[in-house]
């Protein structure tokens, strides 16, 4: 069994560095100050502290870790490449040979845009769908998360409470009230909300965008298919933001496993294996507005990045969506996740502690109330102490989880898998005796 090494000096003094130094360092998973650690590495589904603690990893980089750490195929590709110079601004090989991958792949995607963030991504496809429908509102849904733009931070799962109107809310000091008034919130999971939204708003509306699987609510049966067909009725475009979702739930994305296509997706994180990573796919009348040679023209939409396709992270990636691309891969996938689950579900059965397991096998994560969480305001009902207590109890048996879900991994072995359904149980009874019940 697991026990966990106290913090040595060097790892110690690393953290006063980073706490002096780096005001939004993330340091830590849970509440906890003393669970605040500093990486060494990662193998495969494992990750090393420096104090020499290895943990089963369920954070995975916040998902970017699809394939685990260090993947051999990845790790080849990227030590080829980096020899040549990791960068310089033009065409390469390896992100042409990466962006005909793509489009085999995700559903909507006929033309590729690459950036170095999932925020990138988001916010280049927003800005599309604005100089394509010629209309500058959008429509999001509260708690969707879609990055660290002005126009991204609104309503997101950082609000912290529900709000009763359709008007945006900041969640970060520093956003203009002219952006947060150019962006509408629906309920998500709420179809008739939505479109009555749509209706109301739609000759100010350039796009609805959307997590399909949004944090981890799973769409209800018709949600989606429902926003696909209202906007397509009122010339509005269709957003998918597939940084969390694009090549995890299934090779072809939520798209291929929910069977909604939209005219524009955000994907990257999923075969990141790390690098800095993303990319804006959509309709090729769409994208065609990047196109420099536009420049001086109404609808020229302005792009460039300095690392934006750069031939290691392109590499990278490439990497990963050949892996994937195997048989058998997202079987496996779903399997595991799938375990992980009834294993979690049953050890809090087992000890009668109220709980709701929510979210797809590669992405899940439990709330710890009686009430169903389909939406951000059902999981407002949730016990964030409980919750908080859940985590520190993981990682002292040797299991690093997210701090909002649990990220699968292709690479997860069956010793993982049985060890982590054993410490789910030991941690289950454990908080039953705490009096969580």
Known sequence: MFKRKPRNPREHALLERSGALLPAAVCGVTTRPGDA?????????????????EYIDYLLGSGALLLGHAHPAVVAAVTDVVTKGAGNL??????????EEIVRAVPCAERVVFHSSGSEAVACAVRVARAF????????????????????????????KAEDSE???????????????????????????????????????????????????VPMPGFLAGLREATRRRGILLVFDEVVTGFRLAFGGAQE?????????????????????????????????LDPARRGY?????????????????????????ELAKPGTYARLYDTGTRLMAGLRGAFEAEGIPAQLVGEPPAFEVWF?????????????????????????????????????????????????????????????????????
Not at 139 to 149: D, P, Q, R, T, V
Not at 172 to 177: D, E, K, M
Request: charged share 20%; proline share 3%.
């Open 90 to 99: 033009l065409v390469n090989e390896e992100a042409l040979e990466l962006a």
């Open 133 to 160: 429908r010629g209309r500058d509102k959008i429509l999001k849904f509260e708690g969707g998360f879609h990055g660290m733009s002005d126009y991204a931070l609104l309503s997101n799962q950082w609000l912290g």
């Open 37 to 53: 650690m500093v990486a060494a590495g990662g193998s495969g589904a494992r990750i090393r502290d420096l104090s020499g603690n």
């Open 298 to 322: 109404g609808d020229y939409v302005a792009y460039t990045g300095t690392y934006s396709g750069n031939a290691v992270s392109a590499a990278a990636a490439l990497a990963a969506v050949r």
């Open 167 to 217: 008007t945006a809310v900041p969640v970060s000091a520093g956003i203009p009230r002219a952006v947060a008034d150019q962006v509408f919130v629906a309920p998500f999971n709420d179809l008739d909300a939505a479109v009555a939204a749509i209706e109301r708003h739609h000759d100010d509306l350039a796009a609805v965008i959307v997590e399909p699987l949004e944090r981890t609510f």
């Open 257 to 289: 496993r929910y069977g909604v296509i939209p005219d524009l997706c955000a994907i990257g994180k999923s075969i990141s294996s790390g690098f800095p990573f993303a990319a804006t796919c959509g309709r090729a009348d769409m994208l065609s507005l």
């Open 369 to 437: 109330t009686r009430q169903p969480v389909v939406d951000f305001r059902s999981s407002l009902t949730g016990d964030r102490g409980i919750h908080a207590r859940f985590t520190e109890l993981l990682l002292e048996r040797g299991v690093l989880k997210a701090h909002e879900k649990f990220f699968v991994s292709t690479v997860l072995t069956d010793e993982d898998v049985s060890y982590t359904l054993q410490v789910f149980r030991d941690v289950a009874a454990i908080l039953r005796r705490e009096g969580i019940s």
